[in-house]
Each structure stands twice: as C-alpha cells, then as structure tokens.
C-alpha cells in the first residue's frame, strides 16, 4: 500500500512537472560569434540579429568606439555598418518601427534609421519618448534620473493627458486593461482616465525639439491598481528584478531573476509564481536609455542577457508561440603576445624603421602591425605632439599589443598630411586595461598599491632593456635631462628614452 500512494505522488508530481513545462515552450539555441568588443544594445528581427559592439580607447579616453553589425541566423557577419558621430556615445538605444531598425541618441534625441540596401544610418526626425500605441491611447514615458519618471496617456479623441507614476515601463493591454511592469512592481490600469490629469502633459516641441527637458516624476497612483510590489530588496545590491511581461496562450506571464535564478511566472495573490526556471544561470537586463526595444504589437521582444563569462551573452526572444533563448559565444580574443616577443618585435621594427626613416610612409608601418595583428586604436578626435609644432602632421596612427596580463604596448605613428611620410614613432608601455578588468572592483582596490608598484618593477625592467638596446646601437647618449630622459642625436634623427618607459624616434 506504501508503494501504491508513493508511485501515485510520483506520477502527481511528474505530470505536474510536464505541465508546467508545457505551459510556456521555451527553446535553446547556441551561436558562435567572432567580434571584437563587449555588446551594446542589440536585438533580433526577422531572422537577423543586429548588434552593436562597443571598443574600449585603452588611455585615450574614457569613452569607447562603436560599431556595428548585421549577422545572419548563423552569427556570421553579413553587414558592417559605420556608426555616426552622434551615436559614439553610450547613451543610445536600437529598436524596431514599422518594419525599421531606429537608433536614438538619449540626450539629444537624435534619430537615425537603417537604411539595408545603403548600407548606411540615414539621419531622420528626432525621436518621441513613444512607449505604446493603440486605437484609444498614445502613451509617453520619461526617466528624470534621481527625481524619478512619469508615464503619460494622451487620449486621441479629447487630446486630455492623464499621468502616472511610472518610469519608462513595459506596457502590456491584456483583456482590454493596461500593464505597466517595472523593475520591481506591476500595476494595472483598466480605464486611464481614471488616473490624475496632468497638469504637465507630454509635448513633444518640448521635450525633444527645444532642448533637454526636466521635470519632476510623478507621484500619483490614483486611479491604478498595484498588483506586485517588491519593497524589501537592497537599493544597492539589488538581488531582484523584474525583466519583462509578455503575453502567450492567452495569459499574462512575467520573466524575472532573483537571488536564485532567472525564472518565467505568473501573478497570483500579488505573488510570482514561477512555472518555469531557466537551464542556465543567465541575467537578463535592459540598459536604462533603452527603453523602446520593448514589444511590438504586443506580441514581440527581445531581451539581452549576460553571463558570469564575459564572452558568453545573448538574447531571450518572446514571441507569440513561445520563449527562445539565443545563447552568443564569442570566439574573438585580444592576441597577447609575451615579454620576449614584445621585446625581440620591438628591436627589430626599431632597426628597420631607423635605418629606412627618410622614407617611411603610412603604407608600409600599417602593413607591418596588421602582418602583427595589432589592435588599431587610432583616435577620432586630433591629436598632436609638441615635438613637432609647426609641421602639418595628422592624428597619429595607434596600434596596441598585450605583451603579459599587466602591460600593454602601444605604438604611435605621426606622420605628414599631404605625403603619408612618418615623422614620429612613439613606443609606450601603458597598464593593460583588460587585465585591470578582469578582478573584481573590490580585489582591484584593495591590492591597487601592490599592482601599482608591479607596474612600476614592469616599466623600469622595459626602460633598463631599452637603454641596454640603445647603448649597443648607438653607444652613449648625447643628453641626459634633469627628469633622466635620454637623448641620443644621430644625423636628422632625434631619439629619447624616458624612466616611464616611453621610447620616442622623430625627425628634426
């Protein structure tokens, strides 16, 4: 009989296992990607993905560089697409309208479309803080920061904005009522004229064309019903976040992570109730100035996600039939190429470009580093250095090479204007930025004096080798300056050493 009853739970408990999985069918796809660069926004449409990927600057500068692609369903790369100057920011988003992939600058609101067939971001009108539409409603949304957000619904017929304390939210119309889900609530709003009229209402002149536009968030839900509300999480090591809300089979369904895992449930007695948890350990988020990639015609999304391997990333993609979730990997890693390499690459390119310096071009140092597989890091903005004042010199040419998991080299290449001719090579030893970012913040800082003081054992081993090289080159120096750089003049050619090991080759 003990039998009997435990085979009965058994069988309980597995059909009820199956039927929750049958619930929401939620299916798993791996891509192998080759890229350089951590993802920005990115999303899925029409069996194409279209991503950015950002670069980071090294020394430069705190921004990075973007760039950005269209793969195919394989992850290969079909299309590169230059980024325009407006959108080398980080604060922008990629969404879809009327069968378009839009780009919005967050500050300015400048507005790109994808033009497919140019292969080009075509710059159109100014984007509006749009977060839904239907027959009845177009509804707004801002986010003001620290002084909160508000959502807005303009009646169509009567033009009458009623408010509601919101910021930028998910917004679902399911059984003819309105879901606004948030990071850590759900409301409800079955009639929105029951909300408080705004006394500040949405204008677009306003708030996109005249400039940045500020207010303060609202405050107010009269007239919403508040289903779900997490109020116990750490403000700053939040362990809870509600993702999405989407519709299937008829029923409303929340994706959400908590201290556990990343899960699919529904809403009961103010609850989430999970039906399902996902394989692996995934974290889904949406970047705060991306906030119209949300749904399209309610059936529609896709939500980026990260993992604890910086590599390893993806999209959760919603549709009307069930959940996909499209895993990256990304096969692309930066070459590092040791001590001894470094060292022996640097002697030998310094010989070559001494002795053929009077008529070295552009051409020639940019095949040498492409053979090397450098990184271009060559700057947008210009640059110039003091050594040659009064020559029309361009921004330089910069490569960069890891040569161990502390240092990086950068080379720089100065060179003329009208005839590409090289007139400045600079060989410099910088910290190396991905290796800083590989330890955790708190390990960085607390053993930040003991990896300064390695760089500095780093930096004064390149300068003592350097000195040896130039030693057996070119014997003594001609000059050494109060602050230790030396100098050493050979012909027209001037070349310095300084104790921050930073070798420097320029023509008179």
């Given at each position: ?40 926004p ?40 230059e ?63 620290e ?6 619904f ?14 930028t ?133 896709t ?18 039939k ?125 053993r ?13 081993e ?23 750089t ?23």
């Open positions: 009989m003990k039998n009997i009853v435990l085979i009965i739970l058994f069988n309980l408990s597995f059909l009820s296992c199956v039927s929750q999985e049958q619930e929401v069918e939620v299916r798993y796809e791996n891509v192998k990607i080759h890229i350089v660069g951590e993802p920005g990115l999303l899925k449409y029409k069996d194409k993905y279209y991503c950015y990927f950002r670069r980071d600057n090294d020394k430069f500068s705190t921004g990075s560089n973007h760039y950005f692609y269209i793969l195919n369903k394989k992850g290969k790369v079909v299309s590169e697409i980024v325009p100057e407006e959108l080398q920011t980080f604060y922008y988003d990629l969404y879809v309208k009327n069968d378009t992939i839009f780009t919005t600058e967050y500050f300015d609101n400048e507005t790109f479309f994808l033009d497919e067939r140019s292969k080009k971001w075509q710059k159109t009108k100014k984007g509006i803080d749009i977060q839904y539409e239907d027959k009845d409603y177009v509804v707004y949304s801002r986010d003001f920061g002084w909160g957000g508000v959502t807005w303009k009646d169509k017929f009567s033009d009458i904005q009623y408010e509601v304390q919101a910021t939210p998910i917004i679902n119309k399911f059984k003819n009522a309105y879901y606004l889900t948030e990071s850590h609530s759900i409301i409800k709003i079955d009639n929105p004229k029951r909300l408080e009229v705004s006394k500040q209402p949405y204008d677009y002149k306003v708030a996109v064309l005249s400039g940045r536009y500020w207010r303060e968030g609202s405050y107010s839900t009269e007239g919403a019903e508040i289903l779900f509300e997490k109020t116990d999480d750490n403000f700053f090591n939040p362990t809870f976040s509600i993702e999405t809300t989407f519709t299937l089979n008829n029923k409303l369904y929340h994706l959400y992570t908590d201290s556990l895992s990343t899960k699919i449930g529904t809403l009961q007695e103010n609850q989430l109730i999970p039906i399902y948890v996902f394989k692996n350990k995934i974290q889904p988020f949406h970047l705060p100035y991306d906030t119209r990639n949300r749904i399209l015609n309610n059936t529609y999304q939500i980026q996600f990260s993992t604890e391997n910086p590599n390893i990333y993806g999209i959760i993609e919603v549709d009307d069930r959940v996909n979730v499209v895993t990256f990997e990304n096969t692309y890693r930066e070459r590092v190429y040791g001590d001894q390499y470094i060292k022996k690459w640097v002697e030998k390119s310094f010989d070559f470009y001494f002795s053929n310096f009077d008529n070295l071009h552009l051409k020639k140092v940019d095949k040498i580093e492409q053979k090397e597989k450098a990184r271009d890091l060559t700057q947008r903005h210009k640059m110039t250095i003091h050594l040659l004042d009064g020559k029309d010199i361009e921004t330089p040419r910069i490569y960069r090479k890891l040569e161990n998991e502390k240092l990086s080299l950068l080379t720089m290449y100065y060179y003329s204007t009208q005839e590409k001719t090289i007139e400045l090579i600079k060989f410099e030893w910088t910290r190396n930025r991905n290796y800083n970012r590989s330890l955790a913040p708190i390990e960085y800082f607390s930040h004096e003991e990896i300064e003081k390695e760089r500095e054992i780093l930096y004064k390149r300068y003592e080798s350097l000195a040896n090289f130039l030693f057996r080159k070119f014997g003594n120096p001609n000059m050494i300056k109060d602050n230790g030396q100098i050493w003049e050979i012909n027209n050619v001037v070349i310095e050493l300084s104790d921050g090991a930073e070798l420097i080759m320029y023509k008179r």
